[in-house]
């Protein structure tokens, strides 16, 4: 399935629109498969490499360094007070999306929890009917119609898109972090990654556990997630040509009935 | 394919079968260990999953070089990792809870879609998506869609690229290390 590339809802934003178009391509997206996707797929599996060492030599020791010196209380508290900055960056996109209702919510649950959460420290908001919502830049382009662009792979920042890019430029300038200077403006950006990584743990165990070809599996599920994302847990679902399979099946072999129950038995008695 | 009215519900059920007995092994997870839970779901996970379909689309056009040896043991192998995955990633129980929210129709005849949240006990929700196939009126799933990623397409993307490159070996090779990693890791 493609989806076409239309212009924005937004006139006042076109321009800006424009510029990424530009550089996405504004490019028809398959929704079955990144392999059209991913023209720089060498460049992306070296930078894929790399990431990889970086993780696995800096960036896992670090965590779990940091996961094993820290208690849980506190680890929860950083992770609290980290999304609550990032929560500016949701709140700007929830609006430049058009989402008043949830970007009011949202910046009511900056304010709860800014205040009585003791500067985000504590998540008071979520019991109080407020929950974390989760928007970028990257959401608020796809959700004004602009094609993902091709696949790319940041070094030290992993998976992404051209037009998932600039949101890293964005969240940065929404992040109250950058406005200040000094040691602890960057001990709080160096404990931002660190929490990061932390937090991700559990899902890079999953990939590395379930992938064949961690590289491709990596692009899939990215690409698929941002979609899910975009259209707010509700995506087309994939184009994938499940009846053509069938009607191959019908003429193999391996569907035979004694074959298949053959294999059952031998499934079961061997694992 | 058409969806006969008196079908309608019956990929509920299926899925509903699946997580039943997902949530079973989960809560005795420790007493059964990896063992104790792969025969546990061996049946369920064969009786509920179209999983020489999911074999036969994740391979993709390779299929067609492969002899009827291969076909036939690529399938047994990708069935024992099937179960072999469910027996590892389901391996604890801590309140979780499966929600199946509801079951239509996809278009052009491509199945039945359930949708279903898994909801975790910090109220976390993992959407748990099933597209399930009719065949000799037994609905099957072929498709499980976790947070928008869908199995299928990974399994289709990774296979057919490691076939074309590495060989069916290599492909059979890997399924195995993963049934090997998965029963050690438990």
Known sequence: MTRKCHKPAYPVLAMLVTVVGLM??????????????????????????????????????????????????????????????????????????????????????????????????????????????????????????????????????????????????????????????????????????????????????????????????????????????????????????????????????????????????????VD | MEVSPSSAGEATNVVSRLQTALLTVMKDAKQLGYHGRYKQLALVVEDTHDLLFVARFAVGPQWAKLTEDQRTSLVATFDRLSIATYAARFDGYAGEQFMVISEKSLPRGQGQLVESHFVKPNGEIVHFNYVLRQENEHWKIVNIIVNGVSDLALKRAEYARVLEKDGFQALKAKFEEQIRHYAQER
Request: net charge negative; hydrophobic share 40%.
């Open chain 1, 24 to 269: 996405t391509g504004c490019a028809t997206v398959a929704t079955s498969t990144g392999e059209t996707q991913d023209p720089l797929e060498p460049v992306n599996r070296s930078v894929y490499t790399f990431n990889d060492y970086l993780d696995r030599y800096i960036g896992k020791p670090v965590a779990d360094g940091y996961v094993f010196v820290t208690p849980e209380f506190a680890r929860l508290g950083v992770s609290n007070f980290l999304d609550n900055i990032r929560d500016v960056n949701v709140i700007v996109n929830d609006f430049l999306q058009g989402k008043v209702k949830q970007g009011f919510s949202d910046s009511g649950r900056f304010l709860v929890n800014s205040t009585f959460g003791l500067g985000g420290l504590f998540d008071h908001a979520t019991p109080l009917g407020l929950p974390q919502h989760t928007e970028d830049f990257g959401q608020t382009l796809g959700v004004w119609g602009l094609g993902e662009g091709p696949y790319l792979m940041l070094p030290a920042f992993g998976p992404s898109t051209a037009r998932d890019a600039p949101n890293l430029l964005i969240s940065t300038f929404a992040n109250v972090l950058f406005f200040v200077t000094g040691p602890v403006a960057l001990s709080l950006s160096a404990l931002g990654f660190i929490d990061k990584r932390a937090r991700a743990d559990q899902a890079i165990q999953t990939r590395d556990e379930m992938a064949v070809e961690p590289y491709l599996f990596t692009r899939e599920a990215y690409l698929q997630h941002r979609r899910f994302l975009v259209y707010d847990g509700n995506p087309p679902l994939p184009e994938m040509n499940l009846e053509e399979t069938y009607a191959e099946m019908m003429d193999d072999p391996v569907l035979l009935p004694d074959q298949d129950d053959q294999d059952s038995e031998m499934r079961r008695t």
